[in-house]
């Protein structure tokens, strides 16, 4: 089995910051990429931030700028730095893994979700 936990959601002011963090843990065979998706009330689901094996990074360009994705291979751990939050922000933040368990698999694996709100 695979888990994939968040942590850091919370409520911040505009301007503000919030690190979210985003652990995979369990029968990991390799990772190939890491990532964060949010989802506003009444929206769809959109891809904030992902992170290649190799390094490579992805931003959705509303947030280029201001968030800054890392990756600690030795935790499989991933990092989502949010810097000068805007109240349209404000999301369930979702973490996924994309890995495998073995040589011939490969699958997304899913967080339960953290609230990030930016409110004054």
């Known amino acids: 089995q695979v888990q994939v936990v968040e942590s850091g959601g919370g409520l911040v002011q505009p301007g503000g910051s919030l690190r979210l963090s985003c652990a995979a843990s369990?029968?990991?065979?390799?990772?190939?990429?890491m990532g964060w998706y949010r989802q506003a009330p009444g929206k769809q689901r959109e891809l904030v931030a992902r992170?290649?094996?190799?390094?490579?990074?992805n931003y959705v360009p509303s947030v280029k700028g201001r968030f800054t994705i890392s990756r600690d291979n030795a935790k499989n751990t991933v990092y989502l730095q949010a810097n000068s939050l805007k109240p349209e922000d404000t999301a369930v933040y979702y973490c996924?893994?994309?890995?495998?368990?073995?040589?011939?698999?490969?699958?997304?694996?899913w967080g339960q979700g953290t609230q990030v709100t930016v409110s004054s």
């Open positions: 996924y893994a994309d890995l495998g368990t073995n040589a011939n698999s490969r699958d997304d694996y």
């Open positions: 369990g029968s990991i065979f390799t990772i190939y990429g």
């Open positions: 992170i290649f094996s190799n390094g490579n990074t």
